[in-house]
DNA sequence: GCCGGTTCCGAAAACGTTTTCGATTCCGAT
DNA sequence: ATCGGAATCGAAAACGTTTTCGGAACCGGC
C-alpha cells in the first residue's frame, strides 16, 4: 500500500538499519550514503510508520494528553481546547507527537495508569482535569514515567505540576474589589470538597482579613461551579437580605458570574451601575457578555505550551521534575464600578 | 514492565495465539479453555497493548478524528470541543477507539492523506475543518479508506457526508425574520470564498425572493467571519446610510452577530428595540450575551455522534457512503422584535 | 605485509500483537 | 481396527520500525 522502509533500503541498495539510522541522525553513516538515502527516501514520498516505531522504540518522543471528566456536561469547554492549542503549538514547533486521551473517573477505577500509557506506548503525560480523589493521582506519585499535571498538587518523583498561584490570584481579585471601594462583598463559592475552591476561598480570605473585613458564613453563596445555581442564589440570597447589603459579587468562576448577572438583571438591577462583578478564568466569553467581566485571566493556553515543554525536558532528562508556577493576569473589563 | 499476552499464555500452559483467539472470541477454542485464559488474563491484570494490535492487525476499530486549521486564531472553539464530545461519546458506547490529529493546509502539502492515515494506523477517518481547495479533499475522493467529512462536500466512492441542509436553514432562518414583520435586512456576511458562506447566501436570497424582496449589494457587509469586522462593518454602514435605512441583520454566525450587537451598542441603538439581529450556528455563547441571540443551532454534538457512527458502519460494511443531512433547529431567542 | 583501530554497514533480534497454516487429538461411523 | 472429519491448539510468519552486535573494509603506521 504505502511506502516502508525496505521499499527505501531496496531502491537505495542498503539494508533497512542503514536506512533508520541515516533517517534518525545516526554519526556512523558516511555523508555520501545518508545523502542518497535521504534523497531516495524523498522521492519515494515514505513517511515512517510512527504506530512502528512506538512499538519499537525504547526512547519515543510522543506524549499524551489525558483529560478527565471532558464528557461531564458542566464542563467548560474553552479550557480543553486552549490547553490543547497550547499543546499543539508546541508540538508542532518541536516534532513531537501528540495523542489525547479522554477517561473519567469510572475509567481509571477499571484501567489503571500504567495500563493506558503502556496500551498507548505513551511515554510521558500531561494529564488535565484529574481531581484529588482520582485513582490516577497515587499513580502518577508512583510511576516511573514523567508526567505533568495541571491544576492538580500532585508529589511524585517523576511528576511536574504546571499550575497558577490561585490563592495569590484570588487574593489580588479581591483586593481589587475593595481597592475599588467595596467593603460588602458576598463570595459565590464553586463546589465545596475541589481544591480549585479552596484555594481560591484562601486567596479571598486573605485579602480581606488584610484589610480589616470578614468573610462571614451567610455571605457565602454555594454552588457546584453551575451558572443556574449562581443565579437562583442571588435570587434567594436577596429573598433575606437587604439590597444595600452587598456592593459586589465576588465569583470563583466566570461561569457563576454570567449567572449572577443573569439574576440581577431579573431584579432589575444594572452592573456595575447597582453592583459589580467579577469572575475567574478568563472565559473568550466574558469579552462577550454585558458588561464584560472583569476576570483573573488563567492563560490556559501558556499552561498546555508550558507543560508540553516541560514534558518534553523531562523526557529527555533536560529538566527536573519540579512545580512551575505561571504568571495570571487580572483583567480590568467593565463589570465593577468604583464607589464610596 | 507490564503484563503481555505471553505472560497469560505461560500463566495459562497455552500458546500466546491460544490467547489472542481466546480473547477475541473466535470460535476454535474449547469453552473450557476459554474460560481458563480469560480468569487467567483477569488475574495477571492483561490488557492489550493497543500499537501492537494496530501494527498486526488487518480490521482495526481505530477511527479517527482529524481537525483542519484547528490552530487557526479565527476558529471558534466550541465547534472542535463539541465534535470531538459527540464522536467519544459514541466511541465509549461502542468500544472503538478514537484519535485526534490536528492538520492544516500546510501539512496538507507536506504529507498526503494516505501517508498520515499510514504512520498513525487509522482505519478510517472523521475529517472536520476541511476547505473545498484543501489537497485532501482530492485524496478523500481516491481513498479506499472509509471516510466521512463534516460540512465539507466530497464525493467518493467511500466518502460520507454529515451535513446540514444549511441553505433551507438560512432560509427558515430569513423568514423567520421576514415573519416578524422585517423588510429592511442587511446581511453580514462571511469569508466570500468559502462554501459555507455561498450556501447561506443561496438561503437568503431564496427566501427574500419568495416574500418578493430582494438583496441588494449595497446591503451586504462583507467579513472574514471576525468578530472585529462584523463591528466595523455596521459603524461603515450607518456613515453612508440613515438609521431607518435597516430594522434588521441577518448574520452569517453568531460571532458576526456579536460584532454587530457590539457596533449598536456603541451607537447607541438597542437591541431587539431598535434593531433586530440573528445569528447562526447556536454557540453557548449566544445564551449568555445580551440579549441572548436568536440562531439556528447546528448541533454540533450530534454531527460527531453520527458521523462515528456512520464511519463505523462503513467499516464494517453495514452501510454505503452516503450523504447524512441532520435536522437543523430555530432557537427563538431574544434579539429579534416584531414590527410592523 | 601485518596489525590495531576506525569507519561504515548488514544481519538479526526485539517490540506485542494477529492470523494463517498445519499438526494433533478425539470421536463416531464404517 | 481404520478412516474421515471436526475440534482444538501450537508454531511461526507478519506488521514496520529501532537498535545491538559483529563483520568487512579501509586507513595509517610500523
Do not use: W
Not at 61 to 66: D, N, T, V, Y
Not at 120 to 146: M, Q, V, W
Not at 186 to 197: D, I
Amino acid at each position: 500500500m504505502s511506502v516502508t522502509i525496505q521499499d527505501v533500503a531496496k531502491a537505495a541498495g542498503v539494508s533497512v538499519g542503514t536506512v533508520s539510522r541515516a533517517l534518525n541522525n545516526y554519526a556512523d553513516i558516511s555523508e555520501n550514503t545518508r545523502a542518497r538515502i535521504i534523497r531516495t527516501a524523498q522521492e519515494l514520498g515514505y513517511h515512517p510508520n510512527l504506530v512502528a516505531r512506538s512499538l519499537s522504540t525504547k526512547h519515543p518522543r510522543s506524549i499524551a494528553l489525558i483529560l478527565s471528566g471532558f464528557l461531564e456536561e458542566t464542563i467548560i469547554n474553552d479550557f480543553e481546547t486552549m490547553l490543547m492549542k497550547g499543546c499543539y503549538q508546541f508540538a508542532f514547533e518541536h516534532g513531537v507527537d501528540i495523542s489525547i486521551h479522554v477517561i473519567n473517573s469510572a475509567i481509571q477505577r477499571r484501567k489503571s495508569y500504567e495500563q493506558l500509557c503502556y496500551e498507548h506506548n505513551i511515554s510521558g503525560a500531561i494529564l488535565f482535569g484529574l481531581k484529588t480523589t482520582d485513582p490516577y493521582c497515587e499513580a502518577l506519585a508512583d510511576s516511573k514515567r514523567p508526567c505533568v499535571t495541571i491544576d492538580t498538587e500532585v508529589k511524585g518523583p517523576h511528576v511536574s505540576n504546571v499550575t497558577l498561584d490561585h490563592i495569590a490570584a484570588f487574593d489580588e481579585l479581591t483586593q481589587y474589589l475593595i481597592s475599588q471601594g467595596h467593603r460588602r462583598i458576598v463570595l459565590v463559592h464553586g463546589r465545596k470538597e475541589a481544591m480549585v475552591s479552596m484555594e481560591r476561598l484562601a486567596g479571598a480570605y486573605q485579602a480581606m482579613e488584610r484589610n480589616g473585613l470578614q468573610l462571614t458564613h451567610d455571605r457565602i453563596i454555594y454552588t457546584n461551579f453551575l451558572r443556574e445555581e449562581a443565579t437562583q442564589g442571588v435570587l434567594d440570597y436577596f429573598k433575606t437580605h437587604a439590597p444595600d447589603d452587598v456592593t459586589a459579587f465576588l465569583c470563583m468562576s466566570d461561569m457563576l458570574a454570567i449567572g449572577v448577572i443573569e439574576a440581577l438583571k431579573r431584579l432589575g438591577r444594572r452592573v456595575p451601575q447597582d453592583y459589580s462583578v467579577v469572575g475567574y478564568d478568563g472565559l473568550d466569553v466574558t469579552n462577550y457578555t454585558d458588561p464584560r467581566i472583569t476576570t483573573v485571566d488563567q492563560n490556559i493556553k501558556e499552561k498546555g505550551y508550558e507543560a508540553a515543554r516541560l514534558l518534553l525536558d523531562m523526557l529527555e532528562g533536560r529538566r527536573q521534575a519540579q512545580r512551575l508556577v505561571l504568571p495570571h493576569i487580572l483583567t480590568v473589563k467593565d463589570s465593577v464600578r468604583r464607589i464610596g
